[in-house]
C-alpha cells in the first residue's frame, strides 16, 4: 500500500516536471553543447577523444545541476507557495511519504533527462568515432558509462539535499543558495583537507578554531569531488567496480540519512 502511495507521489512529481518549461531550455542548450563538440574536436590536432569525451560528459552534468538547482527547487516550492501541498496532504498521505515521493518523482525526472542526454552525448562521440577513428584508439565506451553512472550518482544525493533545504526553510532562493554553497563546497573540500597537510600549508599562520572546523565539516559536508569521473574517463583509466560499489553506498547511505532528517522536520514543520 505504501509503495502504490509512493509510485504515484512520484508519478505525480515527474509530470509536474515534464510541464515546466525550464526543462526543454535546459535540455536544448545540453545538446547544443554536444552538437558543438562535433565542431569543436575537428580545430585539435591530436587526443580528440579527451576533448570529445569531456565535453560531453560536461554538457550532462551541466544539465543535470540545472534540472537540480531550479527545476528540482521549483517543484518542492510550488508546493507549498501556491498551497497545493493541501491537497495532496488532505488524501491518506503522510507528510514523510509526501517527502520520499517527491524524492523519487524529482529523481525520475533526472534519471529519464540523462538518459535521453547519455543516449544523445553516445550518438555524438560514436560521429565523432568515425570520422576521426585513428584518434580515438584510447577511447573506452565503459569508462564512459561508468563516470555518466558516477554522475547520477552525484544527483541523487544532491536532490536529497535539496530536499532535505526545502524543509527547513520556506524560501527557494534560500534554497538555491545552500544548494549550490553545497555543492561548492563538496566539490572542494576534498582539495581544501589535501593541501593542509602539504608543506606549504604548514607554513601558513592558521589559528586552531580555523583548523579545527575544516576538521568538522570535511566529516559533515558530502565529497562530492568522489563521484567526478570525467578524467579517468577521457583518459580511459579504468575505474575499478569496487570503486563505483564504494561510490554508490555512500550515495545511498548519505541521501538516506537527508531524507529522514528531512521527514523528521517537515513533520514538525507548521504549513
Known amino acids: 500500500m505504501m509503495i502504490r502511495k509512493l509510485f504515484a507521489l512520484a508519478v505525480l ?21 554536444m552538437a558543438g563538440s562535433i565542431l569543436v574536436v575537428s580545430m585539435f590536432m591530436r587526443e580528440l577523444y579527451k576533448v ?11 544539465a543535470g545541476l540545472l534540472l537540480s538547482f531550479f527545476v528540482s527547487i521549483n517543484l518542492m516550492s510550488k508546493d507549498i507557495d501556491r498551497h497545493t501541498i493541501y491537497s495532496v496532504l488532505s488524501k491518506p498521505f503522510s507528510r514523510s511519504q ?22 544523445c552525448s553516445t550518438l555524438a562521440i560514436w560521429f565523432t568515432k568515425s570520422q576521426y577513428l585513428l584518434y580515438f584508439q584510447g577511447f ?6 561508468k563516470a555518466v553512472y558516477a554522475e547520477l550518482l552525484m544527483f541523487f544525493l544532491l536532490n536529497a539535499l535539496i530536499i532535505f533545504f526545502s524543509t527547513i526553510t520556506t524560501s527557494s532562493f534560500i534554497t538555491l543558495l545552500f544548494s549550490i554553497s553545497t555543492y561548492v563546497a563538496g566539490q572542494t573540500i ?47 583509466i579504468t575505474i575499478s567496480w569496487d570503486y563505483l560499489a564504494a561510490i554508490t553506498c555512500y550515495a545511498i547511505a548519505y541521501s538516506i540519512v537527508l531524507l529522514i532528517m528531512a521527514a523528521l522536520i517537515f513533520n514538525k514543520r507548521e504549513l
Open 140 to 145: 573506452s565506451w565503459m569508462e564512459f558509462y
Open 190 to 236: 576534498e582539495e581544501v583537507v589535501l593541501f593542509l597537510k602539504t608543506r606549504h600549508a604548514a607554513d601558513m599562520v592558521m589559528s586552531r578554531g580555523i583548523s579545527n572546523i575544516i576538521d568538522i565539516v570535511q566529516y559533515i559536508l558530502p565529497n562530492l569531488s568522489v563521484f567526478d569521473l570525467k578524467i579517468q574517463s577521457a583518459h580511459a
Open 52 to 62: 570529445t569525451v569531456d565535453i560531453n560528459l560536461s554538457a550532462i552534468t551541466f
Open 13 to 33: 512529481t515527474f509530470k509536474e516536471g515534464v510541464r515546466d518549461r525550464a526543462l526543454f531550455g535546459i535540455g536544448l542548450f545540453s545538446l547544443f553543447m
Open 98 to 119: 509526501y517527502i520520499w515521493g517527491k524524492y523519487l518523482g524529482i529523481m525520475l525526472l533526472i534519471i529519464t533527462a540523462m538518459g535521453i542526454l547519455t543516449f
